[in-house]
């Protein structure tokens, strides 16, 4: 089945160690975001890519950045992560194109900074 | 994009019809309503979006007022599996972002 992917489900780090977490999608979607959900709080969008484009929400930290190597992978770099920033990521993908704006969310990974 | 606003917190008992409603006063022409739905430790999932008419699908029907300031989602039998926050979202069209509001946390009883 065509789907989103995120890897870890679960991630571990220290407060400063650099972390990556990994999106991968097989549906062939143009677009790809990054969101973060704290807990009890909605998803906050962080930024997306248009094929190559990235497109930063104004209020992301400078902490946040993310890669697009391909089409099919995205990856979310937290540089110095901060007890703030234990949070369930979600990577979703859209294709805009068509008019309307539905999303197709992954799992999350649920990332927990000791 | 427009605001949204929900009850934060309905319940509904197993088999009966939910209506999660859903105020969206400052909505315009070119925005569409969606619905998204999150089960704990889940992704959010689409449920249904609709511009003017109602709409139905396998999941819900979405019914939008005349005036286009308010919608009301309905899950015409629901059950245990439908235990989640759902979220109105107002969007425009070809909008490549989805704001999502605080939602309103369905519990549906047994």
């Known amino acids: 089945d065509a789907m989103v992917i995120q890897n870890p489900r679960y991630q571990v780090t220290q407060f400063g160690k650099p972390v990556t977490l990994s999106c991968s999608q097989t549906l062939n979607h143009n677009v790809m975001y990054w969101y973060q959900q704290k807990s009890s709080q909605a998803p906050k969008l962080l930024f997306h890519y248009y094929d190559k484009d990235f497109n930063n929400e104004a209020d992301t930290p400078d902490n946040f950045q993310s890669r697009r190597p391909n089409t099919s992978f995205c990856f979310l770099d937290i540089r110095s992560p901060g007890l703030g920033d234990a949070a369930m990521y979600l990577c979703?993908?859209?294709?805009?194109?068509?008019?309307?704006?539905?999303?197709?969310f992954g799992p999350g990974t649920r990332l927990t900074v000791l | 994009d427009a605001k949204t606003t929900q009850p934060p917190s309905m319940d509904c008992a197993e088999g009966r019809a939910a209506n999660l409603p859903c105020n969206h006063s400052t909505i315009s022409g070119n925005e569409y309503v969606y619905w998204y739905r999150q089960i704990h430790s889940q992704g959010p999932q689409y449920i249904i979006h609709?511009?003017?008419n109602n709409e139905t699908n396998e999941m819900a029907s979405l019914i939008i007022t005349e005036d286009r300031k308010s919608s009301t989602l309905i899950l015409p039998h629901a059950t245990l599996r439908d235990t989640a926050v759902y979220y109105c979202i107002v969007s425009a069209t070809g909008a490549n972002n989805l704001f999502f509001g605080t939602g309103t946390r369905l519990t549906v009883i047994p």
């Open positions: 979703a993908t859209g294709i805009p194109g068509q008019g309307f704006n539905e999303q197709f």
């Open positions: 609709g511009l003017k």
